[in-house]
């Protein structure tokens, strides 16, 4: 930590572990209901579970990029952040409209649109939030004595994040123009702003943990979110196919989906190389493992278990499936959680001054973690291709076929629980950190 | 060796071309020789019907033109495989609805509410899904 206001940094990634705590919950309720114990129904049916489950997802990574950008932006424009006061409004005002959310969603107020299912109302306070969380990075910035290109990605990747929300604000009324202006926040989300914010924290984190030089790092974080855009804003196409469209989108959609893993690939090549040629070797191992992990399992989850559905030969059998549950975890695990979860083991010991850098209960959440979502994401693959087969080929019925892959719920209630350890093990550690202080400038300095 | 100058020239340009052609494609696919959804017969109790859909998140646990939570049948070809008598016994029923052990929120629509639901559902399957509407409900069609 080089300034006093980096520490808001740390009250916006205990906001994050908290609703991942929540998110992890509600996956369970949800996990158990497919196995037919579904005691909560009354007070938590599956379609709130769901959106819960799916929009705490969204709520703890974006306070999660958040925090990343208050500890980033200062240190990367080398003054302070303009107003700590507001920061700490920002962040009241981000956990108030996340419960609200939440807890709305069990009194059957929503929008059931899969993922925006946010009402209206509060889809207002999240643009003034975001505007406000905006309007602190982009000044602090300006002011600051250097712009970097790394500081820059990052807040065009948050930038653009804010202005893609609007297009999942207009009301349609037919079905099909309300899903595919819906994939424009949903997709060029996760498949193109989210990726620059990744990309951001990653040059950071490479920067820092390998010593290699910033001018190296920072050309090739221009070449990845270049792939990534190139082939990610006409990838939106994949969500396209089959929803009432025209054709053009299952050439257009199948090509430069095809092309998508080439980002992720860049990402993890870039990440290893990095780590090979840097002379620095940074103590804080478990961020290494974190940053190094997030660029691998993303390819690994986003790039190539992408890739598998994503032709219009095959996501004609697999759209609306299991299948679709299984490249969804590992995705948002290997390129988002994992991301979140790096920034945070490496800013929490220059916050706190407590330099628990490489524990074996740091390593445990690393490995469980990682070991319980690959698990998972197969419980999902198998379920899935089992559920392709039998519904679309054999022509079961629905409700039958969830009978014949019932057994794999159990295996991923079980995989997932390993995953929760690995995730309670994290926090604890969080936890031992302490509170971020002053002190931990002094620290720092020695 | 690539300098950072062209590496950023080539996010750019990259971005503003892709960006670019994705717009025009969108402007195509929205015109009107290209509509596939029949978009004249979206009638008012089709939209009564798909508001009733997004304010009880039915997608939470369905899936509709293969979107959804995977929990609860596809209802893409709801009307062609169950028949209007069905889909309107469960929507309008008080008592929770349990069909092999997997349980339905008991809305308990009123029978205008059901009919606006049915209006959306047979728009819906009316749809050019370019192909996957015979693979999505194969046992709708088995029914022809």
Known sequence: MKYKSQKVAYWFFALS???????????????????????????????????????????WL???FMGAAYYIIPEEAQRELVSVKLAYVQLISLAVVGVTAIVGYH???????????IPRQLDYL???????????????????????????????????AALLYIPGMLPFDSQVTDSFFRWWVVHLWVEGVWELIMGGILAFLLIKLTGVDREVIEKWLYVIVGLTFLSGILGTGHHYYYIGVNKIWL????????????????????????????????????????????????????????????????????HGTLVTAMHGHLAFWGAYAMIVLAIISYALPNLTGRKFYDKPL???????????????????????????????????????????????FLVLVLCASLFASGIISYIIEFWKHGKPTDEALEVQLK | MLSKKQARAFFLGGTLVTFLIFIGLTIYSFSKPQDQTNAENITEAVVRGKDL???????????????????APELTKVMERRGEGYIKAVLMTPN????????????????????????FFEWIGEIDLNGFDRVVSPLAKDKD
């Open chain 1, 17 to 59: 572990m908290l609703l991942l705590v929540l998110q992890i919950t509600y996956g369970f309720i949800m996990g158990f209901a497919r196995l037919g114990y579904d005691g909560l129904h009354d007070f938590i049916p599956f379609n709130t579970a769901r959106a819960v489950h799916t929009n705490l997802l969204v709520v």
């Open chain 1, 126 to 160: 999240v643009v003034v939030n975001v505007l406000l969380f905006l309007a602190l990075i982009l000044a602090t910035l300006f002011k600051g004595k250097r712009k970097t290109t790394t500081a820059l990605v990052l807040t065009m990747g948050l930038l653009f």
């Open chain 2, 53 to 71: 859909w997004e304010a009880n998140n039915c997608m939470g646990c369905h899936t509709i033109l293969g979107e959804g939570a995977y929990y």
């Open chain 1, 62 to 64: 974006l306070s999660g």
């Open chain 1, 107 to 117: 009194f059957n107020w929503w929008e059931g649109r899969k993922f925006l299912e």
């Open chain 1, 362 to 408: 740091g390593r445990f959440s690393f490995w469980a973690s990682n070991i319980g979502m690959v698990g998972m994401t197969v419980a999902f693959g198998v379920a899935g291709v089992a559920q392709v087969y039998l519904e679309r080929k054999f022509k079961m019925d629905f409700m039958e076929v969830q009978d014949e892959i019932s057994i794999h």
């Open chain 1, 251 to 318: 050439i257009v959609g199948g090509i430069f989906s095809a092309l998508e893993p080439l980002a992720f690939l860049a990402m993890a090549l870039f990440a290893v190389n990095m780590y090979r040629k840097g002379e620095k070797k940074h103590p804080n191992k478990m961020a290494l493992f974190w940053t190094l992990g997030s660029a691998i399992v993303s390819f690994v989850g986003a790039g190539l278990l992408g890739f598998a559905h994503t032709l219009p030969q095959t996501n004609i059998y697999t």
């Open chain 2, 96 to 119: 929770a609805w349990n069909p092999n052990g997997r349980k339905m929120v008991a809305y308990g629509f009123s029978e205008q509410e059901a009919k606006d639901l049915i209006a």
